[in-house]
């Protein structure tokens, strides 16, 4: 479809009723011959119609009204940057022309964010500016949702297609399936997302970014998918926005953030295969083989995704035991002391429970038990620890907390009964580490 800045200043006009253009001149910034494209000059300030050229750009822009729209004043509000509104809609053939404000400023460049620290910080506070959107906009907007579980099942699906064409190397692949089988990195909650951030994308003037397009991605997703293009730069740049962006979130999980960013920045090379393995060109097909060639060379030098937990040995965990220190002094006031009590006389009126301690208060008299009980909790402890013990709780359960505190003995028998079983959980946890044939 050709045209002139001219018929598309007659479409503006259909679309907007009123309008009263006094200029046109084209506009091609980054439309990369999607759209036929020109800015229109009107009394109330410049506006900029846009005609798709090819189906995909229909359905584009198609996608990007319903965001626009999902986008109302209150959003725009709490953003620290101007988007576009759309001002109307007409046919133009078989095809359609909108018209919407014009947002002034200058495309950014990589270099200019990697060299600038001023807006290094704004990338970040954009980024925060977007994923703290109300999740609502999306929802209500008609706009994709997905959970955690949806953004790895459709990443999987994705390695797999590119494995099926046989041209992933298995390094690779390897390495992604190292991202995609760590549970820890997918457990996130999702946010509002951009989706097509890049530098582009951001217009800036006096190197202070004025504007954000391209809202066709917008959705509910990865927040690390608005941070993947940050990795066209210098590595530096990426961390600082990362750091500055989990500081402003107030959020945990940088790393696993950085990972799957870092996965989606790596997805990007299996797309453009997939684009031209399935559109059947060659040139574009061996230009992604030699991205992969150079991803192998750089995955070589990483090593795992995440770092692993080391499994302890039987022989650490015993040292680490053996180390373990026992204090002697309790933390706990009277009144903690008092009311653990309480609790095991509570705890005493199950008639199942009070069966069975009857049965061991039986077994452990001090007629029967003789000197030692070598099964119960007072192994190797002599008789008349045990006696002040079994004293000290019979006078509480009679007296009260007031007849156990003028003996003086509730307190010292609850941190002697508190050592014992710290010193039987110790001994178990030694014998149950130990291979059977050191038991024998």
């Known amino acids: 479809m050709s045209t002139t800045p001219f018929t598309l200043a007659a479409l503006a006009t259909s679309a907007v009723p009123g309008l009263a253009v006094t200029g046109a001149r084209p506009h091609s910034a980054g439309s990369s011959g999607a759209f036929l494209s020109a800015v229109l000059s009107t009394e109330s300030g410049d506006v ?60 950014a460049l990589m270099e200019e964010i990697e060299g600038d620290s001023d807006l290094t910080q704004q990338v970040a506070e954009i980024l925060d500016a977007v994923h703290s959107l109300p999740s609502g906009i999306v929802r209500s907007g008609g706009l994709p949702v997905r959970d955690a579980d949806a953004v790895r099942s459709e990443a999987e699906r994705l390695v797999q297609r590119a494995a099926d064409t046989g041209m992933l190397p298995s390094t690779v692949r390897a390495r992604w399936n ?102 059947h060109d060659q040139e574009v097909v061996d230009d992604a083989v030699t991205m992969l060639d150079r991803l192998v060379d750089r995955l070589s030098l990483l090593g795992a995704p995440l770092p692993k937990q080391r499994v302890l040995s039987e022989s650490e965990v015993e040292e680490m035991l053996d180390h373990t220190p026992h204090s002697s002094l309790s933390n706990r006031s009277d009144s903690a002391e008092d009311e653990s009590l309480d609790e095991d006389r509570a705890f005493l009126i199950e008639s199942d429970f009070a069966e069975r301690a009857a049965e061991l208060g039986d077994k452990q008299s001090p007629t029967d038990a003789g000197g030692s009980d070598a099964g119960g909790p007072y192994a190797g402890r002599s008789d008349s620890t045990q006696t002040d013990a079994s004293e000290a709780s019979t006078s509480e359960e009679i007296d009260g907390p007031t007849a156990a505190s003028s003996t003086g003995s509730a307190s010292d028998s609850a941190e002697q009964i508190t050592q014992v079983i710290e010193d039987e959980v110790s001994q178990a946890v030694k014998r149950s580490l130990k291979s059977p044939r050191d038991k024998s």
């Open 178 to 279: 190292d991202v995609l089988d760590a549970d820890a990195v997918w457990s996130f909650e999702p946010t509002v997302v951009h989706g097509a951030l890049a530098p582009e994308v951001l217009l800036t003037e006096q190197n202070h970014v004025t504007g954000v397009l391209a809202w066709h991605e917008l959705s509910l997703g990865d927040p690390a998918s608005d941070l993947n293009w940050l990795l066209l730069g210098d590595p530096e740049t990426f961390e600082s926005v990362l750091a500055r962006y989990t500081v402003l979130r107030g959020v945990s999980g940088q790393q696993e953030l950085s990972v799957r960013a870092r996965f989606y920045h790596e997805l990007e090379v299996a797309k453009w295969l997939l684009h031209g393995f399935e559109a």
């Open 48 to 107: 900029i119609v846009r005609v798709p050229t090819t189906p995909a750009a229909e359905v584009q822009q198609s996608a990007e009204l319903l965001a626009i729209a999902a986008l109302a004043d209150g959003a725009r509000a709490h953003l620290p940057f101007s988007i576009p509104s759309t001002l109307g809609i007409t046919r133009a053939r078989d095809t359609r022309a909108v018209v919407s404000t014009y947002l002034p400023g200058i495309a």
